[in-house]
């Protein structure tokens, strides 16, 4: 291992030690130079543009959906990708492109008469969530996410009323981070690494990225499905890109 993929993971423990709480201070000119020549397994730190780029796969042309992207050989038949690169490497990258991660949903519990768990909404930066890809002139073109998820008709999911509205793709995920555990002697395990989610619409509790919001079948948030128009074939390479999305200033 390179002595800066050394201080990548040591910055990356350090961070995970309190997500959230402190905003990662701004790079010197000399770590962007250290950084164009990072190399983490098929993730390009895009620091012009600030953004990550993953490389990916097609994996999916037509069913519902659950996930945007998963990890190779885990959840391809409801994914529109798959990536064969780590996702505790793309955290690293979206840590080191300034981004704050929050927390994947949760349930809390609430004292009363009797203990009664209820649900916390995921937190985190927002984040843009595009594909790269060459089309016919063969120059790369980008494209939001949402072009390629369309709203499922009643008629095709059971379960879904049939004077329920057609609706748009939100236009920004959340970097939620998934969570490290203790899982014996040793490191700590990446959850997100074990389960696939990388980026998720179902939620399921430990994605990296997920939407805002508690979504799943029984208030209907899975109604979504791959809108294959425009989309490369299934078995394709494209460029998944996470761009931080711009915040709004706070107000006095």
């Excluded at 997500?19 to 770590?31: N, T």
């Excluded at 990072?38 to 543009?49: A, V």
């Excluded at 890109?241 to 006095?252: C, D, E, N, W, Y």
């Amino acid at each position: 291992m390179t002595m800066w993929l050394k201080f990548i993971f040591g910055l990356f423990l350090f961070l995970c030690v309190g997500w959230s709480e402190e905003p990662l201070p701004k790079l010197s000119p000399e770590m962007g130079q250290a950084l164009r020549k990072l190399s983490l397994p098929g993730i390009k730190l895009n620091l012009e543009e600030r953004c990550v780029d993953v490389n990916a796969t097609v994996c999916l042309h037509e069913g519902l959906l659950e996930l945007v992207a998963c990890t190779k050989g885990t959840k391809e038949h409801e994914s529109i990708l798959s990536i064969a690169a780590r996702p505790m490497h793309i955290h690293t990258a979206m840590l080191l492109m300034g981004a704050i991660p929050g927390t994947p949903a949760m349930r809390k519990a609430q004292e009363g008469v009797r203990t009664r768990w209820v649900p916390v909404e995921p937190a985190g930066d927002p984040v843009l969530v595009s594909l790269v890809f060459a089309e016919l002139k063969g120059k790369p073109q980008e494209h939001p996410i949402s072009k390629f998820i369309s709203s499922a008709r009643p008629d095709e999911i059971s379960g879904i009323p049939s004077n329920k509205k057609l609706k748009t793709f939100p236009a920004s995920f959340l970097f939620a981070g998934s969570h490290l555990v203790e899982d014996g002697p040793g490191p700590r395990k990446y959850v997100c690494e074990q389960s696939g989610n990388v980026i998720s619409i179902s939620t399921f509790g430990d994605e990296l990225l997920c939407l805002p919001g508690i979504h799943g079948h029984q208030n209907n948030g899975l109604a979504w499905q791959v809108n294959p128009k425009g989309l490369p074939r299934v078995g394709e390479q494209v460029i998944l890109r996470l761009r931080l999305k711009a915040k709004s200033p706070h107000k006095k």
